[in-house]
């Protein structure tokens, strides 16, 4: 896996107690699938504004006021404060926006149309689905990054991919009820936070765009334009931002909004990433306090968050924040706690990796036996990279790691559940939505705000290293038998 390069991942901690600091062979469409909810009038939802085609606007959401956006340039950072706005973020029952000139004076009046389009990563509604859903995640170059030479490889090689891995996949999705449920519970998140938006006086249209599965992204954008969206708030399902998982859904976003002079024109506003958000934070303190409540001795509980890995190399050579985020996320929750006194020791470790690469330590299966080992007798697990359940917690978590828990010596075994529609939490993201509005701009067609990786940051000698150690690994892998099956066996 080839590193992936500096890109939009890039999102400043400024202001922050920082401690440490995913189409292909089976895509349809289905119009109607990836629209949720239709605001019943048109409002403005946001102050008057400076409304002319500026840079994709990505925002890191933080309930704090000191804030920084990244304009699709590494390490070009453009603090709010010195961005254009004009106006205070509020919601009002009036038909019509005012955009006001530099003078503040409104110089046009337009109905608005405001959508908010969550981005998440889908998952196979069946058995059958799956090879397909995982053909679309591998055929991601964020998932499985190639030496551009070598791109010409990257379908026949998730093609091989996915069927090797489909038969264990398989397994997981059966043992879940057949499916993910990913599709559902996305649909409940998009219908509550509409009604919490509308409840806020601020009502819109939610959109759902799926990376790998229905209803994909594309679909979502279409139906955007047929609506006549005039504003829009893009809120990634994801709290942290990884390049494997926002970034992939907001680079397919920009390239979707380049190709089209209408879109490229629309005002949008990318929350990047909220893991930092209050509301977020303490809707998970809630959900653990709650769970340890349930242990008959809550205080000698060890609180056990397990996240998502990504390879290390999205990290520590493409700049994904991922894991700084995760950490912070961690600390702010911890701190949270402790607020309520309650000060139970914690750790967090790294699950779901995949493939022959180094994913982020410590991995959770390890660290379950090595507490196992070390005479912790109650352990509660918490999910803290996605807000839906999934297969990743409803079969690795509440299956694999329970019984490996329970082989290692540990006693009481306990999972929070995933935020799903807890209404603090669609509250917090409602006004996430509402913070945003102010800052759309229209994303430009100019390579200066294209987010691409390759070509953002060329350098020949890594470019070189890159091909040489590509083309032995595509030659092995595609030429040499007993190489694919280890490397299958691996997957599997
Ligand atoms: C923050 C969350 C996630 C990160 C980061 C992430 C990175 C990542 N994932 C894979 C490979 C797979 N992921 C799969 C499923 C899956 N992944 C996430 C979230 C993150 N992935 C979720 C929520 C799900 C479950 C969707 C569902 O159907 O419920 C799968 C398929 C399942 C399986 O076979 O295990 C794969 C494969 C990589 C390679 C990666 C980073 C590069
Ligand atoms: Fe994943």
Redesign the pocket.
């Known amino acids: 896996m080839e590193a992936a390069s500096p890109a939009i991942g890039r999102v400043k901690l400024s202001g922050l107690d920082s401690r440490t600091s ?1 189409r292909g062979s089976t895509k349809s469409w289905h119009p109607t699938s990836a629209f949720i909810g239709r605001g019943r009038k048109s409002v403005t939802c946001s102050g008057g504004e400076l409304n002319k085609p500026l840079e994709l606007v990505a925002v890191s959401s933080r309930h704090s006021t000191d804030d920084s956006v990244n304009l699709g340039k590494p390490n070009v950072f453009v603090p709010l404060s010195k961005r254009k706005l004009v106006g205070q973020t509020f919601c009002s029952a009036r038909v019509g926006t005012f955009h006001e000139n530099s003078f503040g004076v409104a110089s046009h009046a337009a109905e608005e149309k405001i959508g908010v389009l969550l981005l998440n ?4 509604d069946t058995l059958h689905d799956v090879q397909p ?2 053909f679309n ?2 055929a991601d170059p964020d ?2 990054r190639l030496p551009r030479m070598f791109r010409f490889l990257q379908r026949p090689l998730a093609q091989l991919i996915s069927v090797a ?1 489909a038969p ?2 398989k397994e ?2 059966a043992a879940i009820g057949g499916g ?3 599709r559902k519970i996305t649909d409940e998140q998009a219908n509550a936070l509409r009604s919490a938006l509308e409840a806020k006086n601020c009502p819109v249209d939610v959109y759902i765009g799926m990376r790998y599965w229905h209803p994909f992204t594309e679909e979502a954008i279409q139906q955007i334009k047929k609506d006549g969206v005039t504003k829009l708030v893009v809120l990634p399902l ?1 709290p ?1 931002f ?1 390049i ?2 926002s970034g992939s859904s907001i680079r397919l976003l920009q390239s979707i909004f380049r190709e089209d002079s209408h879109l490229a024109r629309l005002p949008v506003s990318i929350i990047e990433s909220w893991y930092e958000r209050e509301g977020y934070i303490k809707s998970m303190a809630n959900l653990i306090e709650q769970e340890l409540r349930t242990f008959s001795r809550p205080e000698e509980v060890m609180i056990f968050f397990s ?5 290390v190399s ?1 990290v520590k050579d493409a700049g994904d924040p ?1 894991q700084d985020q995760m950490e912070e996320c961690i600390f702010f929750i911890m701190k949270e706690l402790k607020t309520r006194g309650i000060n139970n020791e914690h750790t967090l470790a790294y699950q ?1 990796r ?2 022959p690469v180094q994913w982020l330590k410590p991995y959770t299966d390890e660290v379950i036996v090595e507490l196992g080992q070390k005479g912790v007798k109650s352990l509660l697990a918490v999910p803290v ?2 807000v ?1 359940e ?3 917690t409803l079969e690795e978590i509440d299956m694999e790691y329970k019984n490996l828990a329970l082989e290692s010596g540990i006693e009481n075994w306990g999972r929070v559940p995933a935020l799903g529609c807890t209404s603090s939490f669609i509250l917090d993201l409602a006004d996430a939505v509402i913070e945003a509005l102010p800052s759309a701009t229209a994303m430009t067609t100019t390579s200066s705000t294209t987010i691409s990786s390759d070509e953002s940051d060329f350098d020949p000698i890594l470019t070189a290293i890159n091909l040489f150690f590509g083309s032995i690994m595509a030659f092995f892998l595609l030429m040499s038998p007993k190489l694919i099956s280890a490397f299958k066996n691996n997957l599997l």
């Open positions: 995913r990563l889908g998952g196979p859903f995982l995640l591998f998932i499985i891995r264990k996949s997981g999705y993910s449920p990913l994801y942290q990884s494997s998982t996240a998502h890995g990504v390879p999205y991922y779901s995949v493939g990279s996605f839906s999934h297969i990743e």
